[in-house]
């Protein structure tokens, strides 16, 4: 089966904003998930040009997910399976992203295409997708300042555009129909195609990772406007530099985990 779901995020920022504020909520994100037996390795992050996809930056990471997974698909893999690969081309303001499972190989996928527009949501068809794909389409809407898009674990007071106020930008907090008043705005339209192919498991686990995108969503975004005093005025050399840290912080914590893993045993 293959479900495709669209997410529109609305945000107080200018496009050009959001190029510095997603790459650095990343790297922040990246050490803030590294915990337990759970981590990011960053096993690639450079430029490319490439006659096709053009000019940006080529990711590849590993997730290590641990006990982060289902328990009903930890019942039938081994611990070795929980790892998804993401290759990522950023082409700013086009994006997209690939995650596989080296287990399940072509049975399991998940593509993001994102873009991004200086709107607030209301591009029909921002990805250009033929007739079949807009059919099969569902939409959502995501407004980052409604908690309840969230799941209550994830909950994070200082990440809470309801609440924040930008003391460089006066931008926040986000109430009532902030959407149609801001200024800027803009719209990340992130085109979701999830493929499992696990026999008795299709339904149940595509669910399940479109409720895990939807909320990384939420909460990736609600945490980077509410970040905006830390990246606003930043340049890209400045983001560069700070990936090159998170990396480093991120490789030493996973030899900690390995190390404290085989001590365990």
Same mark, same amino acid.
């Given at each position: ?81 929980f790892k998804l690969e993401e290759k990522a081309w950023n082409s700013f303001p086009y994006?997209?992203?690939? *995650? ?7 049975? #399991?996928?998940? &593509?993001?295409?994102? $873009?991004? +527009? ?7 068809n921002a990805h250009n997708l033929e007739a079949d794909v807009l059919k099969a389409r ?77 909320? *990384? ?7 980077? #406007?509410?970040? &905006?005093?830390?990246? $606003?005025? +930043? ?31």
């Open positions: 089966m293959v479900l495709t779901k669209e997410f529109r995020i609305v945000l107080p920022l200018a496009v050009q904003e959001y190029q510095v504020a997603q790459l650095f909520t990343v790297a922040e994100m990246s050490q803030q998930e590294t915990t337990g037996d759970s981590g990011v390795e960053i096993l690639i992050n450079e430029p490319y040009d490439d006659p096709k996809l053009g000019k940006g930056q080529y990711t590849h990471k590993i997730y290590h997910l641990g006990s982060r997974v289902p328990r009903f698909l930890a019942l039938i893999f081994p611990a070795s399976a994006c997209k992203t690939v *995650l596989t499972n080296p287990l399940l190989g072509e049975r #399991f996928s998940v &593509i993001i295409e994102s $873009i991004h +527009l200086p709107d607030n949501g209301t591009t029909e569902e939409i959502v809407h995501v407004d980052i300042a409604d908690s309840a898009l969230l799941d209550a674990k994830d909950y994070v007071e200082a990440h809470d555009p309801s609440k924040f106020t930008s003391q460089k930008t006066s931008r926040g907090p986000l109430t009532g129909n902030w959407k149609d008043s801001a200024s800027p705005v803009m719209t990340c339209y992130k085109l979701v195609t999830i493929k499992v192919k696990i026999f008795g498991f299709e339904n149940k686990t595509e669910s399940h990772i479109a409720h895990a995108q939807q909320n *990384l969503m939420v909460k990736f975004h609600r945490q980077l #406007f509410c970040l &905006i005093d830390k990246w $606003i005025g +930043l340049t890209m050399e400045d983001i560069r530099r700070l990936e090159d840290e998170a990396k480093h912080k991120l490789d030493k914590r996973l030899e900690e985990l390995n190390m404290e893993s085989r001590s365990d045993k």
